[in-house]
């Protein structure tokens, strides 16, 4: 089991920038999937990217905008966005797996609490 907090969110205009960080539990870290899902009201949770120790991969709507990115002596993964989009408004979380990436919401078991991030036309 590995806990995991969230931070980095806030309102931003459409064409900006904000960085989210997950800061996870655990002596285990690098051996973790990581991810990040995000939630918009009335939708279901959607994958945007994950990362192992070999692969990351993003969602389509999020390519080449989106970077996610993990510093394992910090037990952190964090996730860039750039360009944002009025459409990547949501609360975000992170996710942990102890085995290889997927892309559904329920193949993973460790979830933080979220963080909101809104973008303004």
């Known amino acids: 089991q590995v806990q995991l907090v969230e931070s980095g969110g806030g309102l931003v205009q459409a064409g900006g920038s904000l960085r989210l960080s997950c800061a996870a539990s655990?002596?285990?870290?690098?051996?973790?999937?990581m991810g990040w899902f995000r939630q918009a009201p009335g939708k279901e949770r959607e994958f945007v990217a994950a990362n192992s120790w070999t692969t990351t991969y993003y969602a389509d709507s999020v390519k080449g905008r989106f970077t996610i990115s993990r510093d394992n002596a910090k037990n952190t993964v964090y996730l860039q966005m750039n360009s944002l989009k009025p459409e990547d408004t949501a609360v975000y979380f992170c996710a942990a797996r102890g085995a290889r990436i997927a892309a559904s919401a329920q193949a993973w078991g460790n979830w933080g609490q979220g963080t909101q991030v809104t973008v303004s036309s």
């Open positions: 655990g002596r285990t870290f690098s051996s973790y999937a």
